[in-house]
C-alpha cells in the first residue's frame, strides 16, 4: 500500500496552464495512491468515449434528470444514469456548472460557434434561465475561467479561477464579487450549514467563516471529487484507489459507496442518497 505524500504548493498566483496541470496531476497521485490491487469497480468494465471529458453533473432545473457540463458542451441525462444528446446551443467547454434554483451558471472557454458576446477566451460567469439552450454574459467576461464554482443559499455563490487560489463570493447571483481568502481546491461545496468544504491537495478542509479560513475536516479521507447533494445534508466524494466515499453531514463518518472504473472525472448526489458518477465506463447510477 502506498502513501499519498503531502505535495509542495507553487504560489497562489499563476497562469492558466500552470494551475491546471498541478490540480491534475495531485489528483491523479490520489487517484493512484490506492493498493496495489484495486477493488472490483461498481460502476462497469467497458470503457466508454461517447464524451471526451465531463466537469460537472448537474440536477436538470426544469425538467427530470441532469445536465453534463463536457469539454464540448452540455449534455442531458435521464434519473437513471442513461447520457442523451448534445444540446446543440453549446458547444463551449462548460466548466463548474452549478444549478442555482430554476438557472444554471458556468463558465469555461468557447468553442467554434459560440455566441461572440459570451466571451474570448474565457467566458466569465455565464447564465442560462432555459436548461442551457440559450445563454447570457454576467461578469469577468474575457477575463476569467471559473474551474469551481459553489452555490449557497440567497443568491451566494464562492468560486476559484484557473488563474489564482484567490476564493471569491457573490451575494447578487454572479454579477459583483469580492474576494474572501484563499484555498487550492479541486472541488469546493457548502452544507446545509452553511459551511464550505473543499477538496484539497492537503486533505478535506472545512470553512466555518464564510471561506476565511480554512481547516481539516477530521476524520475524511483524501478525496479529490466532492459533490453536495441539493439539500446540502449529504456529501460525496472519490479518493484513493477510486474508491467512493459517502456522508450524512461534515460531523458524521464517511463510509465507502461504491469504486469507479479508473479516474473519476465528475460526481453528484441525490436527497436520497443514490449517487452519479462519471468515469471511464462513462455515466454510472449506484443505488443507495
Not at 447570457?136 to 464554482?149: I, N, R
Request: glycine letters at 10%; one cysteine or more; hydrophobic letters at 40%.
Amino acid at each position: 500500500m502506498r502513501t499519498l505524500k503531502k505535495l509542495t504548493l507553487p504560489t497562489f498566483r499563476q497562469r492558466h496552464r500552470a494551475a491546471l496541470t498541478l490540480s491534475t496531476t495531485i489528483a491523479a497521485s490520489i487517484v493512484l495512491a490506492g493498493c496495489t490491487a484495486p477493488a472490483e469497480p461498481t460502476t462497469g468494465h467497458d470503457h466508454a468515449a461517447s464524451i471526451s471529458h465531463v466537469h460537472a453533473i448537474v440536477p436538470n432545473p426544469s425538467e427530470d434528470g441532469y445536465l453534463l457540463g463536457a469539454h464540448d458542451g452540455i449534455y442531458t441525462a435521464t434519473p437513471d444514469g442513461e447520457v442523451g444528446s448534445r444540446i446543440e446551443t453549446t458547444d463551449f467547454d462548460a466548466m463548474g456548472l452549478i444549478t442555482v434554483g430554476d438557472a444554471l451558471l458556468a463558465s469555461g472557454h468557447p468553442g467554434p460557434t459560440t455566441a461572440p458576446e459570451l466571451g474570448s477566451p474565457n467566458l466569465g460567469i455565464i447564465r442560462s434561465d432555459d436548461s442551457a439552450r440559450t445563454w447570457t454574459p454576467v461578469s469577468f467576461t474575457d477575463e476569467k475561467d471559473f474551474h469551481v464554482l459553489a452555490a449557497g443559499k440567497n443568491d451566494t455563490l464562492y468560486g476559484i479561477a484557473s488563474d489564482s487560489a484567490e476564493l471569491l463570493r457573490t451575494d447578487d447571483l454572479g454579477e459583483t464579487w469580492s474576494p474572501v481568502g484563499e484555498i487550492l481546491a479541486f472541488s469546493l461545496v457548502i452544507d446545509s450549514e452553511g459551511q464550505l468544504i473543499a477538496a484539497t491537495p492537503d486533505g478535506v478542509q472545512i470553512s466555518t467563516d464564510e471561506g476565511t479560513t480554512f481547516t481539516p475536516l477530521n476524520e475524511a479521507p483524501a478525496l479529490y471529487l466532492l459533490a453536495v447533494s441539493p439539500d446540502g445534508k449529504r456529501l460525496v466524494g472519490v479518493g484513493r484507489g477510486g474508491q467512493i466515499w459517502a456522508s450524512t453531514g461534515s460531523k458524521a463518518e464517511w463510509v465507502p459507496a461504491g469504486v469507479t472504473h479508473g479516474s473519476a472525472q465528475a460526481l453528484a448526489t441525490t436527497n436520497d442518497g443514490d449517487i452519479l458518477v462519471f468515469d471511464d465506463s462513462g455515466l454510472a447510477a449506484i443505488a443507495k
